[in-house]
Structures are given as C-alpha cells and as structure tokens.
C-alpha cells in the first residue's frame, strides 16, 4: 500500500499499545532512538531538498545562457 494513502494514525495510542509491555528504561531507549532515526530523516530530507534547489537554479541560469556561434572550419 503506498503510504501516502494510508489512514492517519493516532501516534500516541499506537505506540503506548505497542510498547507497554517494555520496561521503562526500555521505553525510553526505544523513544530516544526514534528521535534520532526522525532527525536524521529529516536531515536527509533537508539535505535532498537543498541540493535539487541547487540543481534548478543551476538549470533555470543555464537555460538563459547566451552560446556563442559555432563556426565550421573547412
């Protein structure tokens, strides 16, 4: 199933069910690791979004770009 068509998740039910049966130290590694795998994520992202900026305006300046004739030696 594409994500983009799954239905919206109450976040907060889904994982107190699904961690409730970890110890609180556990819990707690598991959440901080989430933040981290979420962070990172979003670096990505970030970082994947800056460079196809980069190679638009780098498209948009060569599209405008003035070319010199080509003369043909014989």
């Not at 069910?17 to 979420?38: G, H, N, P, Q, Y």
């Not at 979004?49 to 638009?56: E, F, G, I, R």
């Not at 305006?57 to 770009?65: G, L, P, V």
């Amino acid at each position: 199933m594409n994500p983009l068509w799954r239905k919206p998740l109450d976040a907060r039910a889904l994982f107190s069910e699904k961690i409730s049966d970890l110890s609180a130290e556990l819990r707690e590694i598991l959440l901080d690791d989430m933040v981290t795998a979420f962070e990172n994520r979003l670096d990505v992202l970030r970082r994947a979004h800056a460079n196809a900026q980069t190679v638009l305006n780098k498209e948009e300046r060569n599209e405008f770009e003035i070319l010199e004739p080509q003369v043909k030696k014989i």
